[in-house]
T-cell receptor, first 118, second 113 residues
Framework: DGGITQSPKYLFRKEGQNVTLSCEQN?????MYWYRQDPGQGLRLIYY???????QKGDIAEGYSVSREKKESFPLTVTSAQKNPTAFYLC?????????????????FGQGTRLTVV | AQTVTQSQPEMSVQEAETVTLSCTYD???????LFWYKQPPSRQMILVIR??????QNATENRFSVNFQKAAKSFSLKISDSQLGDTAMYFC??????????FGQGTRLTINP
């Protein structure tokens, strides 16, 4: 079955450590995104990538880094420079199928990773 | 830049009632897509309904329907015969071609028994 997978579901980080959150999709989607969600809040865009080997900063990129070496994968590294990393992180992917009349344009999410600093 | 606005932070209705969630957006594009996502306490983002901007007909999915007003840049979600399981955060989102997926701030909907 096609889908988007985030791992791990829960992650604990000691202060000063870098950690990497995994996001993999087998939907053949071109675009991938990372969002941060704090309790009771909306989604804030960290980074996004439209094609392999290219990505753009979102609204809150400081303290985070990404790579897009493969179409299927978009890992997010939370660096020690991120002062308040405890949050819920969501990965998404999308494709705009305008050439098919747009009928199959879609955007889906992974199940999320809860990161806690201990 | 595209923006999406949800002006209702919280809403509450009784079970079986109909409720409408509001969403407005700003864009200069003519072809784009709009989505409503549901986020229950599990925090999984679930696609509720999708609308293509070039279609005049409003999308429907069982008890969920939208009122898409392209000229007014409005995209509201109507939930009919609301159920306790509809309790969740609801997010409106915009997607266009190579642009980023943009979300509104969310509306917390509570269905009361």
């Amino acid at each position: 079955d096609g889908g988007i997978t985030q791992s791990p579901k829960y992650l604990f980080r000691k202060e000063g450590q870098n950690v990497t959150l995994s996001c993999e999709q087998n939907l053949n989607h071109d675009a991938m995104y990372w969002y941060r969600q704090d309790p009771g809040q909306g989604l804030r865009l960290i980074y996004y990538s439209q094609i392999v080997n290219d990505f753009q900063k979102g609204d809150i990129a400081e303290g985070y880094s990404v790579s897009r070496e493969k179409k299927e994968s978009f890992p997010l590294t939370v660096t020690s420079a991120q002062k308040n990393p405890t949050a819920f992180y969501l990965c998404a992917s999308s494709i705009d199928r305008m050439w098919t009349g747009g009928q199959n344009t879609e955007a889906f999410f992974g199940q999320g990773t809860r990161l806690t600093v201990v | 830049a595209q923006t999406v606005t949800q002006s209702q932070p919280e809403m509450s209705v009784q079970e079986a009632e109909t409720v409408t969630l509001s969403c407005t957006y700003d864009t200069s594009e003519s072809n784009y897509y709009l989505f409503w996502y549901k986020q229950p306490p599990s925090r999984q983002m679930i696609l509720v309904i999708r609308q293509e901007a070039y279609k005049q007909q409003n999308a429907t999915e069982n008890r969920f329907s939208v009122n898409f007003q392209k000229a007014a840049k409005s995209f509201s979600l109507k939930i009919s015969d609301s159920q306790l399981g509809d309790t969740a955060m609801y997010f409106c989102a915009y997607l266009q071609g190579a642009q980023k997926l943009v979300f509104g701030q969310g509306t917390r909907l509570t269905i009361n028994p």
